[in-house]
């Protein structure tokens, strides 16, 4: 087993979390609900994963996004950008260690997109809690924010077994990477 990354799987990492700053930042979307970053992140880091096919992936694709973010100054936070981008990669790339191999890619990749909203709710539950607010409402606003986040990621997580699909149809994935049911 190797401990780094090819060259290919490199540059598609590099590329993902690249192309997720670009477009996050491009479409600035207002559109008042909370969760709604969630569909490019998801997006990204999954079909990051399906691509590169290693636990780790989407850990590297996510603190590249972050760092990516940091240096365009994209988004507000500044160094704190790094834990909105890395804290659900981190995530899914913890629960694709117990779930690796169990589950066809459909159900991997929605229990993967349900973990990175797990944590991304979180991080903002503790930002509430960090700046006072009473316990119940900052639940509240958690579980108001995982719904919508988690509606978004769903969403994107069942995109892209068929992007992966198409990608593996017109040969851009190596044959070593697991197969695409």
Not at 84 to 97: E, H, Q, S, V, W
Request: aromatic share 8%.
């Amino acid at each position: 087993m190797k401990l780094h990354f090819e060259l290919q799987d490199a540059l598609f990492i590099g590329f993902c979390a690249t192309l997720l700053v670009i477009l996050k930042s491009m479409l600035r979307l207002k559109l008042g609900l909370s969760g709604h970053s969630m569909f490019l992140m998801t997006f990204f880091y999954l079909l990051c994963y399906g691509a590169v096919g290693r636990v780790g992936s989407i850990t590297a694709c996510g603190l590249l996004a972050g760092m990516v973010a940091m240096m365009l100054s994209v988004g507000k936070g500044g160094p704190l950008i790094l834990l909105k981008f890395g804290m659900p990669a981190i995530a899914m790339d913890l629960a694709l260690m117990v779930i690796a191999g169990v589950f066809k890619l459909r159900w991997q990749c929605v229990l993967l997109a349900l973990a990175g909203c797990l944590a991304w709710a979180s991080k903002g539950w503790i930002e509430n809690m960090l700046a006072g607010m009473s316990q119940q409402i900052a639940l509240t606003k958690f579980a108001v924010n995982f719904l919508q986040g988690g509606l978004f990621a769903l969403g994107a997580a069942l995109i892209v077994p068929s992007v992966l699909r198409r990608l593996q149809s017109h040969d851009l994935l190596q044959d070593r990477h697991q197969t695409l049911e």
